[in-house]
């Protein structure tokens, strides 16, 4: 049992805000809660819709339609009813409608109760409550913390009209009859974005570069806000060159570093990418994906820069570029592709999209002590220390600046000193180095997971953020009698043909899986599936793709896929 609420309106409205307490309530009383949003480019206007899907079970993707809509705009009203399901409440901010739309006039209400349109949106969420048949004390609760900061006056006004708005429903007698009864879900509420930002605290990050970029700003953000906390310089760039060149600064200084960024923004970060991978700089970029090309969609989802960050940058160098497909994941991987960074003293870039940045979920609460990763830096270095020195693996012994090591290096090919140098054997010898360490990020490159019944006839594979709405899609088709599994990549490089062959079952003599294989991508060309097929893994397979700027959604991927 679950019901899909979506609340829209214009960009100043409190759109945001009342999907939040919804949000954070629902999670407190019990409920799983899985929650989206939708945004236009603008601060004011347009159309922004937050979608909360609760339900008594785990929840992993939105959905298409909705049953209950309060639109608080006449455009929103337009724009959103024809995408309300079957029987759905309409709820609309105004005192006359169409037929099939309640009009509860909750701008109105809030200007008489408490003199103030600004609290129109708590009478809708008391609305939603009135509709649900949830006490609405626990609105009430969530409202007198919430608001605890800004007076009691304050506190009571939104109470007074949370309760008014619950009174509006039940007396234009809008029950929506079986709803999902609380459980013991996790109260615990996080976003990908303060997953990513959590996980980077913790794992001993002391400095964050950004030129702010959506959807790349709410892990940015986050990090700002537990800066005190933790321990953090946030530094908000100049233009996203100077963020990534700050970056190899600190990370050449022995600090634990972090960019955040987005495709047009990651465009700007090549040279200093190249610039860590010749100094073999333990370089961490999170690219949150967007639509493009240029500014394309900046507010929507995508998943387009896949082939871009893998083969970005000038010249030769290993890299590893991970895509978390959950919450949990994004605060799992964030430590991963730090700790690979290090290790390998190379650039590690992990893929995020404007869906799992902005997603929200219950979950587990999630560790906040710090834990830092090893660095791998020498506490002793010997007298004659050189930077690059060759080793096997192609990973050199790493002294920081200002130890006792001299610690030479420079973006011009170098000797194993870190002294320029035109001597094309050592050139020869400096990239096999640069090179090797490849084997080692293949080697340990995560295996994908797999997730159905094994003897499943048709296998769904996908990558990133898509985990949720394809692992729904897989549960819905076979409750309707299909066969079909899935396989997930939270790494997409290096490719490990082994690890992946595995778990497609590809068979070595043709590369042909025993069972009918489809790609599910949000992207117009099949990036991931072209990535396979020139890795060897896969020789043939179907595609679903996505573009347009929303996520995938579980109901739709199971109809496409059928």
Known sequence: ??????????????????????????????LYVFATRSYWSRIRGGLNWYDVRIADRELFSGRPHCDLLVALTPFALEKLRGQSGEGAVVLFDGEKADDGVAALAFTKTARELVSSKVMANTVAAGAVFGVLGYDIDALVDYLEVAFSGKGEETVEKNITCARRGAEMA???????GAVPEPVKSPSSVYSGSEAVGLSAAVAGVKAVFAYPMTPSTAAFTWLAGAADKYGIVVEQAEDEIAAANMACGATYAGVPAMVTTSGGGFALMVEGLSLAGMLELPLFIMNAQRPGPATGLPTRTGQEDLQFVIRAGHGEFARAVYAPGTVEEAYKITRIA????????TPVIMLSDQFLADMQKNIRRL??????????????????????????????????????????????????????????????????????????????????????????????????ST???????????NSRGGSTAMVHFSQVWPVNIEKARRALRV?????????????????????????????GVLSECGLVTRFDGLPFTGEELAERIR
């Open 338 to 345: 730090l700790e690979t960074a290090h290790r390998y003293q």
């Open 507 to 535: 068979r070595r003599r043709d590369n042909r899986s025993s069972r009918r294989v489809t790609l599910i991508e949000a992207n117009a060309t099949g990036q991931f599936a072209s990535l396979l097929r020139e890795a």
């Open 367 to 464: 560790g906040e002590k710090i834990d830092p990763i090893d660095r791998h830096v020498l506490k002793s270095p010997p007298e004659d220390y050189v930077r690059y020195e060759p080793v096997e693996g192609g990973v050199s012994a790493r002294a920081l600046p200002g130890s006792s090591a001299f610690v030479v290096v420079d973006s011009d090919e170098h000797d194993y000193a870190g002294h320029i140098t035109e001597d094309l054997d050592i050139r020869v010898r400096m990239v096999d180095k640069r090179l090797s360490k490849g084997a080692g990020l293949y080697d340990e490159a995560l295996a994908p997971s797999f997730y159905g019944p094994k003897s499943a006839k048709h296998l769904l594979v996908c990558w990133g």
């Open 170 to 176: 039940r007396e234009a007698d809008l029950g929506m």
């Open 467 to 477: 985990y949720g709405p394809l692992r729904e899609a897989v549960d819905i088709t």
């Open 1 to 30: 049992m679950d019901i899909a609420i979506r609340i829209a309106g214009e960009a100043g409205q409190g759109v945001q805000t009342t999907g939040a307490a919804l949000v954070e309530v629902f999670a407190r009383m019990g």
